[in-house]
């Protein structure tokens, strides 16, 4: 692993920046969790204060700094258009889950791939990690078209333990 939670890591891609939440970004987390449109298919509980997004916020940077997750905003032309995140790492068994945001205006713009594949390659190069999963609903449409897109393989057998309608997508880094 070449990462070591040190410095908070900032990706940039041709037209994106992936960078650390902080406490002055508190409206923009409250309006990507608090949406019922960007939210629709994650079974997670809105959040409905700004309370709740600066405490969402400081999880985030506790989980970083225990090594378990990752949590980017995405910027483009200095707006805050999503999130990306690596949670659940296991450095040992070299796992994290992925999950990711996007706000409407901003979907089937390509944005979500552009940030995808730069986390994909953190993820591997900087962690290396040999198995990413996605739990996505089951009529994700474009959640589902975009892990095809980038090589993850639908698992049948597996089940959701948490989420029925959630089905689970995986990819394995190969080095």
Same mark, same amino acid.
């Given at each position: 692993?070449? !990462?070591?939670?040190? *410095?908070?890591?900032?990706?940039?891609?041709?037209?994106?920046?992936?960078?650390?939440?902080?406490?002055?970004?508190?409206?923009?987390? &409250?309006?990507?969790?608090?949406?019922?449109?960007?939210?629709? !298919?994650?079974?997670?509980?809105? $959040?409905?204060? #700004?309370?709740?997004?600066?405490? #969402?916020?400081?999880?985030?940077?506790?989980?970083?700094?225990?090594?378990?997750? +990752? !949590?980017?905003?995405?910027?483009?032309?200095?707006?805050? $258009?999503?999130?990306?995140?690596?949670?659940?790492? *296991?450095?040992?068994?070299?796992?994290?889950?992925?999950?990711?945001?996007?706000?409407?205006? !901003?979907?089937?713009?390509?944005?979500?791939?552009?940030?995808?594949?730069?986390?994909?390659?953190?993820?591997?190069?900087?962690?290396?990690?040999?198995?990413?999963?996605?739990?996505?609903?089951? *009529?994700?449409?474009?959640?589902?078209?975009?892990?095809?897109?980038?090589? &993850? $393989? &639908?698992?049948?057998?597996?089940?959701?333990?948490?989420?029925? &309608?959630?089905?689970?997508?995986?990819?394995? +880094?190969?080095?």
């Amino acid at each position: 692993m070449n !990462f070591n939670f040190t *410095n908070f890591p900032i990706l940039k891609t041709e037209r994106l920046l992936l960078r650390e939440a902080t406490l002055k970004d508190t409206n923009a987390v &409250f309006d990507l969790r608090s949406s019922k449109e960007i939210n629709k !298919f994650v079974g997670t509980k809105l $959040i409905e204060s #700004f309370e709740e997004a600066k405490d #969402f916020i400081t999880v985030c940077k506790s989980l970083y700094n225990d090594k378990k997750c +990752v !949590f980017w905003l995405i910027e483009f032309q200095q707006e805050i $258009i999503g999130s990306i995140i690596l949670h659940k790492v *296991n450095i040992h068994k070299k796992y994290a889950e992925i999950g990711y945001k996007l706000k409407p205006e !901003f979907q089937n713009k390509g944005f979500m791939s552009e940030a995808l594949q730069t986390v994909l390659e953190f993820g591997k190069k900087e962690l290396n990690l040999k198995t990413i999963e996605a739990f996505t609903h089951k *009529n994700n449409m474009s959640s589902i078209a975009l892990l095809e897109k980038h090589n &993850f $393989i &639908f698992q049948p057998q597996r089940k959701c333990k948490v989420y029925d &309608f959630n089905r689970i997508w995986k990819l394995e +880094v190969r080095s």
